[in-house]
């Protein structure tokens, strides 16, 4: 069985089970591995994708669910927010053991795509799927306000 | 990342290192000192390699392109080593640090052993930067020399005449400059100086810096940082194991029918802990491991509730324990008191949860074994994997990659993990082809080598006017190093690692009695991030602050006049009081303020938190100040990282942690259930680093140590309850 998807902005068909969950057919099958296997159940974010530009758990959707749809993992991240975001994450230092931040930055990123001045509730809210055993979290809060104020200039 | 092992130089010093193979020969490698007559030889082998790197030592590498390699000894889990080794390095050898990278050593105990542990290798009990700070402040300055020389040489000139500055030896009378890499045939001919001076600390220009960059930070920001999970080789199998439901049983019997029939499982296989069942995808193994069916022996299994554990710990305790600490007559002093005080903590198991899921790469054929794995004690791990391989160590080469976590769990003396994962290769043949072992998260949080559970008592005795006459403390929990190869650490029957931070009590009290019961328990257990601190730091300093109350004072004051003695536990103490505001005077209704102290590994920390409890007893930690002495500060952003982490990762055991059996089973199965910090619960957090010219100690640990009772003694002062229970979350707050 194959699936066809627009996958960090490239026509690409995996040959996978469809009931696959995409972080496997991204890590397994397209050999993209910066996104991470953490708990396989939503529950750490740490596989976090963009589904035509949302923030979603690839860990948890099969992959036929995102036949003709747009992907985006960290190795095709692009765009002001992103680039805003990652550039925040090295200013202030952001990882520690690294393992959670791919998932952070797509989080982070999505949220600032579709909230350009997010408050420290709004943060919270949207980065809360998002664990982190080495609790860089004040880090990441402040990270996203500098991304959010490097965007508006 | 192939690259890493496969460049020429350094597979041309591993055969040198075989080749002189005597004791003798190697006992000289110890740390820098192995790179005298050894490098000599090398420098013969580099230099015919048409200008191969400079390789002074077993530390530092630096090319002809002006590179500077450094060798790391230690494992990169998030706590900053590869970024403190490096900057160590680069400051006594000038280095730009633009140019600095950073490469794991291999696993070998003659040279990159932690010199806090001896002879292992191995990263642990936050000794990185205190145990490498000499060695590598040696390896960097003599390298430094000898590029030296060899301008001079080259220069005519007295080396004296000659200073270094980001990477290049300057000449000024003449301003002639040349970069390292230029000096790389030159200096790799020349002697390594038997002794050089070290900087004098005042002209540091990179430890200590305010903004000095991880090294490791680019590639953890865009995807590319490379783990264990991330290790991919053609024809790859990768593996999960079904390990038994309860600790201590074994396999019975198994039908792997449904398993095999599975698109992709290509075996599964019986291994001492479990059964395997190995795929081309993780997703086929997974698939296949939950169509296995297994029947266990539960004959030797752990069948208890920890409930019952705990209870039978509240009994023990009730028990005179074996001796920690004893200083006068404390029952007595107690007895005779004016007033009395006692209280009991009760602390639950506790999995580290490390973010990567433990998983090893193993290549294994009949005379050798290939390991890639977030290794933390690789000498360990490569002993234990020699042996389920039926292989020597030296036959064992271990690739230490980036580490996802581990806050202790990947440092274990059996290591789980990696033996797992050498018994799957040889049960599938031992013919070369790289198996990957992947845990789940469910693997993980039933795994075992929690942190132990414990029960704590203790009673003490006040004069009417508020001062301790005598204090008594009984333990009671399981050893973290009996029955394995580290028992030798357990002296007089005491497990140090089980009563850290309460037998070395720091106040002046005239009468103490530490006491220790160790229980034996079939739930394995391991040193989980800050040790025993990580539960005797949170009786200390919450009884402490229950006997403040009772005295009538201010619960900073009172560990104030009790810590006269100590300089270094007060001066934190007094800086985070200081920077928190700290003052007599009471905090609005619903809000309170706790203080906490605690010394690990050497490093003194002391935290404030405060707390906002509203009318449904929901408590949020608003606010956590920090104050840490961990002698030189190295790099300033690190060390409040890990502060910053700490608290985080402190918090949420006090908050949320437990691991807990029913009937032997763990209740808990993933993230769901084992709660751990999130950011909606992350306080502020301000951290403020003493100033210090002493050798430097670690960082990774101690801050997870007072924010628990800091927390608690918080809690205290908005609500009036005392929380003993861990964690709070067990509690009625309200």
Redesign the interface.
């Known amino acids: 069985m194959s699936t066809t998807l627009t996958l960090n902005g490239k026509s690409t068909t995996l040959d996978a089970?469809p009931n696959?969950?995409l972080l496997?057919a991204i890590?397994?099958?397209a050999?993209l591995?910066?996104?991470?296997?953490?708990?396989?159940?939503a529950?750490?974010g740490?596989c976090t994708v963009h589904l035509d530009g949302q923030a979603i758990r690839s860990c948890v959707t099969p992959l036929a669910a995102v036949a003709g749809h747009r992907v985006t993992?960290?190795?095709g991240l692009q765009g002001k927010p992103a680039k805003a975001v990652?550039a925040a994450?090295?200013k202030l230092?952001?990882?520690?053991?690294?393992?959670?931040?791919?998932g952070q930055?797509m989080s982070a990123s999505a949220l600032l795509a579709q909230n350009p001045k997010p408050t420290d509730a709004d943060?919270?809210?949207a980065?809360?799927g998002?664990?982190?055993?080495?609790?860089?979290?004040?880090?990441?809060?402040a990270a996203i306000h500098v991304a959010a104020d490097s965007i508006r200039g | 990342m192939t690259t890493e092992f496969i460049d020429t130089p350094r597979a041309a010093r591993r055969r040198f290192l075989k080749g002189a193979g005597g004791a003798v020969a190697l006992a000289l490698t110890i740390g820098f000192e192995w790179a005298g007559p050894a490098r000599r030889a090398l420098a013969a082998t580099t230099t015919a390699a048409q200008h191969g790197p400079f390789e002074p030592n077993a530390f530092l590498r630096i090319g002809a392109d002006d590179s500077v390699t450094v060798i790391a000894k230690h494992v990169e889990?998030?706590?900053?080593a590869y970024t403190g080794i490096a900057t160590i390095v680069a400051e006594e050898l000038d280095a730009d640090w633009t140019h600095i990278r950073v490469e794991s050593a291999p696993a070998d105990a003659k040279r990159y052993a932690n010199l806090a542990f001896g002879t292992m290798q191995g990263t642990g009990g936050s000794s990185a930067m205190a145990n490498s700070w000499t060695q590598l402040r040696e390896a960097g300055a003599k390298a430094r020399a000898m590029l030296v020389a060899a301008a001079a040489q080259d220069w005519k000139v007295p080396a004296s005449s000659l200073r270094t500055e980001r990477g290049a030896v300057i000449h000024d009378a003449s301003g002639r400059r040349r970069t390292y890499g230029s000096l790389v045939p030159a200096a790799s001919a020349l002697p390594v100086p038997q002794t050089v001076a070290l900087k004098d600390p005042q002209h540091f220009r990179l430890v200590g810096a305010a903004q000095l960059?991880?090294v490791?930070?680019?590639?953890?920001?865009?995807?590319?940082?490379?783990?264990t999970?991330?290790v991919?080789f053609a024809g790859m199998l990768v593996a999960v194991l079904q390990r038994p439901p309860r600790f201590g049983a074994t396999v019975r019997s198994f039908d792997a029918t449904a398993a095999k029939a599975v698109?992709g499982v290509v075996d599964v296989v019986q291994v001492p802990r479990g059964v395997a069942v190995v795929g081309k995808?993780?997703?086929a193994a997974k698939q296949g491991r939950d169509a296995l069916k297994v029947e266990w022996d539960d004959t030797h299994a752990e069948t208890r509730s920890s409930a019952d554990i705990m209870a039978e710990y509240r009994r023990t305790a009730e028990q005179p324990g074996l001796p920690a600490r004893v200083e006068g007559d404390a029952p007595k002093a107690i007895a005779g008191a004016a007033r009395k005080v006692s209280a009991s903590y009760e602390f639950p198991y506790l999995a580290h949860?490390?973010?990567?899921?433990l998983d090893a790469v193993v290549k294994l054929t009949a005379d050798h074994c290939e390991i890639w794995a977030g290794d933390q004690f690789q000498t360990v791990d490569q002993a234990n994997a020699a042996r389920a391989a039926g292989l020597t160590p030296g036959q064992v080469s271990i690739h230490t990659l980036?580490?996802?976590?581990?806050?202790g769990r990947r440092a274990n003396p059996g290591s789980d993990y990696i033996v797992e994962a050498v018994s799957i290769a040889k049960a599938l043949g031992a013919n070369g082809t790289p198996v990957k072992l992947?845990w789940?998260?469910?693997d993980d949080i039933h795994g075992g080598l929690y942190r132990p559970m414990f029960f704590h008592k203790l009673e003490a005795g006040l004069t009417s006017d508020g001062q301790i006459t005598g204090w008594r403390h009984v333990l009671v929990g399981q050893s973290i190093v009996a029955d394995t190869p580290f028992a030798a650490m357990v002296k007089n029957g005491i497990d140090a690692t089980s009563v850290e931070g309460a037998s070395d009590i720091a106040y002046a009290i005239p009468n103490l009695s530490v006491e220790l019961h160790t229980t034996k328990t079939g739930v394995p257990v391991l040193w989980w991030r800050v040790v025993g601190n990580s539960h005797t730091a949170f009786a200390v300093e919450a009884f402490v602050d229950e006997l403040a109350h009772e005295a009538g004072e201010d619960p900073y004051q009172f560990r104030r006049k009790l810590l006269a003695h100590e300089p270094r536990r007060r001066a934190v103490l007094d800086l985070a009081a200081q920077r928190a505001g700290w003052s007599g005077a009471p905090l609005p209704a619903g809000k309170g303020r706790g203080i906490a102290v605690a010394e690990a590994f050497h490093t003194y920390v002391a935290q404030v938190a405060e707390v906002s409890v509203d009318k449904d007893g929901k408590v949020t930690v608003d606010r956590v100040v920090c104050a840490v002495d961990c002698g030189t500060p190295i790099n300033p952003?690190v060390i409040a990282?890990?502060m910053?982490?700490?608290?985080?990762?402190g918090?949420?055991a006090a908050l949320y942690g437990a691991i807990t059996l029913k009937d032997g089973r763990i209740e808990q199965n993933?993230?769901?259930g084992y709660r751990?910090?999130?950011?909606?619960a992350?306080p502020?957090?301000e951290v403020h680093i003493v100033p210090s010219g002493e050798a430097p100690t670690g960082v990774g640990e101690p801050g997870v140590a007072p924010v628990g009772p800091a927390v608690a003694n918080a809690i205290f002062a908005a609500t009036g309850k005392r929380l003993r229970v861990l964690p709070f979350s067990t509690e009625n707050v309200a």
């Open positions: 089970d696959m969950p496997w890590r397994e099958v050999g591995h910066g996104t991470k296997f953490g708990c396989g159940m529950q750490c740490a993992t960290i190795e990652q994450w090295v230092q952001v990882p520690q053991c690294g393992y959670c931040q791919s930055i943060i919270d809210a980065m809360n998002n664990l982190c055993r080495c609790a860089t979290y004040t880090r990441i809060r | 889990m998030g706590q900053g960059p991880r490791d930070v680019p590639g953890k920001t865009d995807g590319t940082a490379q783990f999970i991330d991919a698109s995808s993780f997703w949860a490390p973010m990567e899921p980036y580490a996802g976590g581990s806050f992947q789940t998260r469910e952003d990282a890990q910053e982490g700490g608290i985080g990762f918090l949420g993933n993230f769901d751990v910090l999130r950011i909606d992350m502020k957090v």
